[in-house]
């Protein structure tokens, strides 16, 4: 249940995502999209959990910081993200880097992102900043780390998540002492800081800040005038005000939002491909770890115009169905068998063909009487009739890219390829 005191302090806030990130990890998916824009879910790109967070919460200010590969991005956000009305002190601002500082200089890093649109954020007069990741899988009520922030005095107040230590070398990882002030502050650490009275547990950052805006700012133009700062959140703004300010660490469990038959909170990097097709399958589950069906907290996205999912044929061996799967508008599985998978939307099946455990991006079309098993199909590829995958691993890494966990990722010059 949602806590609230007085008037929501996310009137006066401003969410501010930065979506710039490559993603190179999850190899082909980002070849022409910025990780943000990559697909989620069966209806979704991954960078809509963070702005419907921010609408849910209340937020209506929000800019989005863009660079690598954004075309995919931004005509998302164009087509999914235009309903916000100056008229109701609502706005979206979707800010590529265009050397607005210097004709030289792209954004050079996230603190960066933020100082070349100043101006911008100074035209919206927000009282508070939220800055956000872009890329990560997750439902979060900012308005309680707003609360944080303000009842703390914090110059800067952090979400943080509790991982094992072990997991913990990979983010941003922070000391606290019992009040949750931050006292350490180290981005990537060997032997990672554990929580007071938890010595198997650490806190690793989620990559969410709340500052004052007139702090940031300040922080921001003092860094840009550092030559040897590499204008990164968690590299150079963050360790300086752990040293010189108050930091303050938010939990995450403090402020996720779960719907009923949630049991913990959920948050996913999918910066791998093996952790992408697990958070995707994860849906699929009779009562999944993420509910995208909780119209308390709905995740906003472009709603395709299409037609109904259709299934078609009821023979033996020609029987269109599917197993605890997510079938978007406009696929038709014609005699086919999808089995744990999500077809997104324009998904054709041709008869006798199957896919189980399949991420299935928009617009594929699977030949008759193919197999896959274990596979992620970048959006358009055209399966060939018969092909089979996720039978052979010697031979799908050969054909493919094939993960340790034994994840097929295709995309259309993979089955170029094989012609």
Same mark, same amino acid.
């Given at each position: 249940m949602r806590k609230t005191y007085g008037q929501p302090l996310a009137r006066d806030a401003m969410a501010y995502v930065l979506a710039g990130g490559r993603g190179s990890r999850l190899w082909e998916l980002t070849?022409?999209? *910025?990780?943000?824009?990559?697909?989620? =879910? =069966?209806?979704?790109?991954?960078?809509?959990?963070?702005?419907?967070n921010a609408i849910n919460s209340g937020i209506r200010r929000i800019g989005v910081a863009t660079q690598y590969k954004a075309h995919s991005l931004i005509r998302h956000m164009q087509r999914a993200w235009n309903f916000m009305r100056p008229e109701r002190n609502e706005s979206f601002d979707?800010?590529?880097?265009?050397?607005?500082?210097?004709?030289?200089? #792209?954004?050079?890093g996230t603190a960066d992102a933020v100082f070349q649109n100043i101006d911008i954020i100074e035209s919206h007069a927000p009282k508070y900043m939220v800055i956000l990741a872009g890329d990560h899988i997750y439902k979060m009520d900012y308005e309680l780390m707003l609360q944080q922030h303000v009842q703390t005095g914090a110059d800067v107040t952090i979400g943080c998540l509790v991982v094992p230590c072990e997991e913990a070398k990979g983010f941003g990882v922070m000391a606290v002492d019992a009040n949750s002030v931050i006292t350490? @502050?180290? $981005?990537?650490? %060997? /032997?990672?800081?554990?929580?007071?009275?938890?010595?198997?547990n650490s806190l690793a950052s989620m990559g969410i800040y709340v500052f004052d805006t007139k702090f940031? @700012?300040?922080?921001?133009?003092?860094?840009?005038?550092?030559?040897?700062?590499?204008?990164? @959140? =968690?590299?150079?703004?963050?360790?300086y005000i752990v040293e010189h300010g108050k930091a303050v660490a938010h939990r995450f469990t403090d402020s996720c /939002?779960?719907?009923?038959? $949630?049991? =913990? $909170?959920? #948050?996913?990097? &999918?910066?791998? &491909?093996? *952790?992408?097709?697990? *958070?995707?399958l994860d849906l699929t589950d009779v009562v999944p770890k993420l509910n995208m069906y909780d119209r308390d907290w709905p995740i906003w996205t472009d709603q395709v115009v299409a037609a109904p999912a259709k299934f078609v044929h009821d023979q033996d061996g020609r029987r269109g169905m599917a197993i605890s799967s997510l079938i978007s508008q406009d696929c038709i599985v014609s005699g086919a068998r999808a089995k744990r998978s999500l077809l997104f939307t324009g998904v054709k099946m041709g008869s006798f063909s199957? &896919?189980? %455990?399949? &991420? /299935?991006?928009?617009?594929?079309?699977?030949?008759?009487? *193919?197999?896959?098993?274990?596979?992620?199909?970048?959006?358009?590829?055209?399966?060939?009739e018969g092909l089979v995958v996720g039978e052979d691993p010697v031979l799908d890494a050969k054909r493919f890219r094939r993960t340790e966990n034994g994840v097929c990722l295709i995309n259309r010059a993979m089955i170029e390829r094989l012609k």
């Open positions: 070849d022409n999209r *910025a990780k943000p824009a990559v697909y989620f =879910g =069966g209806v979704s790109r991954i960078i809509d959990f963070a702005l419907s979707i800010l590529p880097a265009s050397q607005r500082i210097s004709e030289a200089h #792209w954004y050079e350490d @502050f180290v $981005e990537k650490p %060997e /032997i990672p800081p554990s929580i007071p009275g938890a010595p198997d940031l @700012f300040e922080q921001l133009r003092r860094d840009a005038e550092d030559p040897n700062s590499t204008r990164d @959140f =968690g590299k150079d703004i963050i360790p /939002i779960r719907a009923a038959e $949630e049991i =913990g $909170e959920y #948050w996913r990097d &999918v910066g791998t &491909v093996d *952790a992408y097709f697990e *958070a995707n199957s &896919v189980d %455990e399949g &991420v /299935i991006l928009p617009y594929c079309n699977i030949g008759r009487g *193919a197999r896959l098993s274990r596979v992620i199909l970048d959006s358009g590829v055209r399966i060939p």
